[in-house]
């Protein structure tokens, strides 16, 4: 299996991410709140990108590291940017009134996150969830 690309450009895409992403750790043997956990995440950092950015991609494939077995989802947009990446990190930072629980909801959910941007340039989240 390698990888699955689903292009975000309207809240349609939203739906489609979450299944897609859904389907995949389906296949990777993630269960129950383990899928709801994942399927939230990518919707939130979807979401986002719709909002904010227009348009932009998520790219989800699976993740081996040693003997561990996971799901990688990489969204990355070309839209604005974020100016200070800390406080869109923070609980109830919204630049889009919100109430500015999806950066950091998404980071709670998940094993690792990373958010790369650049103001004027876009942005790149990087977010791992490893199978227990």
Same mark, same amino acid.
């Given at each position: 299996? +390698? $990888? ?5 450009? &309207? $809240?349609? +895409?939203?739906?489609? &991410? %979450?299944?897609? *992403? ?6 990777? *043997? ?10 939230? &995440?990518?919707? $939130? ?15 989800? %494939?699976?993740? %081996? ?11 990355? +947009?070309?839209?604005? *940017?974020?100016? +200070? ?19 950091? *909801?998404? %980071?709670?959910?998940?094993? $690792? ?20």
């Amino acid at each position: 299996m +390698d $990888e699955i690309r689903v292009p975000i450009i &309207a $809240e349609s +895409d939203v739906l489609a &991410a %979450r299944q897609e *992403g859904r389907r995949l750790a389906t296949d990777l *043997g993630f269960t129950g709140s383990e899928l709801a956990v994942i399927a939230t &995440a990518i919707s $939130e950092i979807a979401r986002n990108v719709v909002q904010h950015a227009s348009h932009g991609e998520m790219v989800l %494939r699976v993740v %081996r590291g040693g003997p561990q077995e996971g799901i990688v989802v990489v969204s990355s +947009d070309e839209g604005p *940017g974020i100016g +200070d990446v800390a406080q869109a990190l923070q609980d109830g930072y919204s630049t889009g009134g919100g109430l500015g629980l999806g950066l950091p *909801g998404a %980071r709670r959910l998940m094993d $690792e996150f990373e958010v790369v941007s650049r103001p004027g340039h876009g942005t790149t989240i990087t977010m791992k969830k490893w199978k227990s």
